[in-house]
């Protein structure tokens, strides 16, 4: 076995062959997972978000049961493409030499660069279809072994960033199982992999009709496009933002912290841009003091029919009021208004965030899964 790192797309690019088999062996194990795989990212999507990362440096390698000696020559790059010029011909391996490769397996590492000291790098494995095991199945020796030379790969990228002091993946995990009886779950506890944190994977239907909510006339519904809203709420707005980073369950997974300020809010807005990202929100402000907001968005090339749920925020003094239950109620008004195709906004919650757990229920969740998040410290 071997472990080769790949090359991020630019944007602008289209997708290698390597990027076409990872995408849809993720979908394959989201939809395994839930029934559907409408959690899964799209391969525009994936495309987009490796593009135009904001803050966040992200390494990708897959690893093939070749020794190397079967793969197109690579001049002086031993990496393969994830993306190609847009004018090459995707069926010519000298444009693609990942074309006739059989991939095993693929990791993620991302690490938040907003910490001058980033103390953990976050990782995602993805087994090829050929080794994901089928419902109810233990993992066979082969996909352990890949397993294995994933992690350990992940290792030697952590080590490259001597603050890192812990590894953090998320798997996802159908309604009627648990980390101890989900085969990739349940290896990554033998490897020391402790649970972090469990999150309900949901949805919430969006109605036919949705309307704003009904305020007190105390109040204001400000409903914004991409991610700066009108500029007397911007700076309240960062304050709340600014709060969620503490405010946001997060069990015992690592906390990485978003400094919150126009400039990154400009970077966002661009970045969506670029990606072709249809992004919206909605805030609740009592003069120009923002006490509740919540935001959506609808990735590129994403199912017509989905959205996904961002953050959503009531500020500690505004809270016992109803703007919990009100903001989300606007957020699905402001998703039939500039989203009509959209049926359903997807979301996580975590199991220890009683209150907007409580919300979702009132607005008909339907939970599908799990997603469990672990944790491995490093020595």
């Given amino acids: ?89 995707p069926d010519d391996t000298s444009h693609d030499p990942g074309l006739l490769v059989l991939p095993l397996g693929w990791v993620e590492t991302i690490l938040h660069t907003d910490d001058a000291l980033p103390e953990q790098l976050d990782v995602k494995f993805t087994l090829s279809e050929r ?17 294995a030379a994933l992690l350990a790969h992940a290792r030697t990228v952590a080590a490259a960033q ?25 290896w990554l506890l033998r490897q020391g992999f402790t ?9 919430v239907p969006v109605p036919q009709g949705a309307a704003d909510p009904t305020l007190e006339e105390r109040y204001t519904l400000h409903r914004f496009r991409n991610a700066i809203p009108a500029e007397r709420y911007v700076d309240s707005l960062l304050e709340l933002y600014q709060l969620s980073e503490d405010e946001v369950p997060h069990g015992d997974m690592t906390v990485y912290r978003t400094t919150w300020n126009r400039e990154l809010l400009d970077t966002i ?33 994403s199912r017509p029919h989905i959205a996904s749920q961002g953050v959503t925020i009531v500020h500690p003094d505004a809270r016992g009021r109803g703007l919990g239950l009100a903001i989300k109620q606007a957020a699905l008004a402001a998703v039939a208004e500039m989203l009509p195709g959209v049926t359903k906004v997807m979301t996580q919650n975590a199991g220890i965030n009683d209150a907007m757990l409580h919300v979702n229920q009132r607005l008909g969740m339907v939970v599908e899964g799990h997603s469990t998040g672990f944790r491995l410290a490093l020595d």
């Fill in 195 to 203: 649970v972090g944190l469990e999150e309900l994977v949901a949805h």
């Fill in 162 to 186: 001597p603050s890192v002091r812990s590894l953090e993946t998320w798997v996802d995990i159908g309604a009627d199982s648990s980390p101890h009886n989900h085969p990739v779950a349940e």
């Fill in 269 to 301: 807005q661009q970045a969506n841009i670029a990606a072709g990202r249809t992004n919206g929100g909605v805030l609740i402000a009592e003069g120009d003091r923002v006490l509740a907001a919540s935001v959506f968005g609808q990735p590129q090339g």
């Fill in 1 to 89: 076995m071997q472990i080769l790192p790949m090359t991020l797309p630019r944007r602008g690019e289209q997708p290698a062959a390597l990027a076409h088999s990872l995408v849809m062996a993720d979908a394959l194990a989201t939809a395994q997972a839930f029934g559907s795989d409408d959690h899964a990212a799209s391969l525009p999507q994936t495309m987009a978000n490796w593009a135009n990362a904001v803050r966040s440096e992200s390494t990708v390698a897959v690893a093939i049961d070749e020794d190397g000696s079967d793969l197109p020559a690579l001049g002086e790059s031993v990496a393969l493409p994830l993306g190609l010029p847009a004018d090459a011909d």
């Fill in 131 to 147: 080794l994901l095991p089928l419902p109810g199945e233990p993992l066979a020796a082969a996909a352990e072994e890949v397993l």
